[in-house]
């Protein structure tokens, strides 16, 4: 069974920035690929990013150049760097362990995390 944490949420002020960690138990991380979700209160749950075993990744349009997807295979830990900051990006944000990404099409597996609040608020 695959266990997965996030954490690194917060409160931020507009335009600034929030790194978000995933931990993925196992000793299978570095063939796990990854994904970042996030979901507003009475919305659908969205890809944020993703990120293949071979550091491929991909991004959804409001991400592209203000987020930024990486991956330690030693920490078993998978990230999400956050920097330009808008109100609309609060959400809960989930990170999804061991699904596969190719090309712009990331399908999640059923390994979540429990989610990790994000608030963008002056």
């Known amino acids: 069974q695959v266990q997965v944490a996030e954490s690194g949420g917060g409160l931020v002020l507009p335009g600034g920035s929030l790194n978000l960690s995933c931990v993925a138990t196992g000793n299978m991380f570095s063939y796990y690929h990854m994904g970042w979700y996030r979901q507003v209160l009475g919305s659908r749950r969205e890809l944020v990013a993703a990120?293949?075993?071979?550091?491929?990744?991909h991004y959804t349009d409001f991400a592209k150049g203000r987020f930024t997807v990486a991956r330690d295979n030693a920490k078993n830990t998978f990230y999400l760097q956050m920097s330009g900051l808008k109100l609309e990006d609060t959400a809960v944000y989930y990170c999804?362990?061991?699904?596969?990404?190719?090309?712009?099409?990331?399908?999640?597996?059923?390994?979540w995390g429990q989610g990790i609040k994000v608030i963008v608020s002056s």
């Open positions: 990120i293949s075993a071979s550091s491929e990744t």
């Open positions: 999804n362990s061991g699904g596969f990404l190719r090309g712009d099409n990331y399908a999640p597996s059923m390994y």
